[in-house]
């Protein structure tokens, strides 16, 4: 499939019906969850064949385009119930609700996947975990979760000097590393009151995250 059909595709998922501002709910735009995807599945071949355990999975953007990028399976988990039936519906949709695994859990709360997935190939874990601007280190606790069962991780944080220098030091404090960042804008669309302009566009870092050797 084109990357411009598959964008076509996600743009057309249902988003948020309520998003919840302490939750830093935020659709990812279509584009950014392609190019996302074609990141881990081209430039470093940790899609096709592989779990996929997506945290923060929304309404399930990323989880769907990593299906279709040949993932073996996707477990998608969120703490957010009513995510998770949209994330449902949009699975259903699309004719591939067989391959997703819906998981409602608190992050700090999910239990040790690798017991829950027998004989399982590679994990690659993607995220696009909160920013941290409702709650603070809130993307740590993503990342911690993420370092207990992962082989590859995958996530997106806020692209500046400061940010950057700081997570490359927590992630090296914890025996990973970061080998790899694609930069880009994702465009966060209006969705709460208080923001100000139709679309925004926001520069962030996509971080791949491998064990130390």
Known sequence: MKKKELVSIIQQTKPFNNPKVKLEQYCIDAVSAVDILFFAGFEHDDIKDRIIIDLGAGTGRLSIVAL???AQIVLSVDIDQSALSILKNNCEELELYHLVHPINSEIIQL???RERI???PKITTIMNPPFGIQTKKADRIFLDKAFEYSDV?????LSNDD???FLISYIEK?????DDIFTFNMILEKTFEFHTQKRKKVLVDLYRIVKRD
């Not at 991780?153 to 944080?157: A, F, L, N, P, Q």
């Open 68 to 70: 279709y990028l040949q």
């Open 111 to 113: 239990p040790f996947l």
């Open 118 to 120: 027998r004989n399982a």
């Open 153 to 157: 991780i995958y996530s997106i944080h």
């Open 163 to 165: 940010n950057r220098e």
């Open 174 to 178: 914890k025996q990973w590393i970061v």
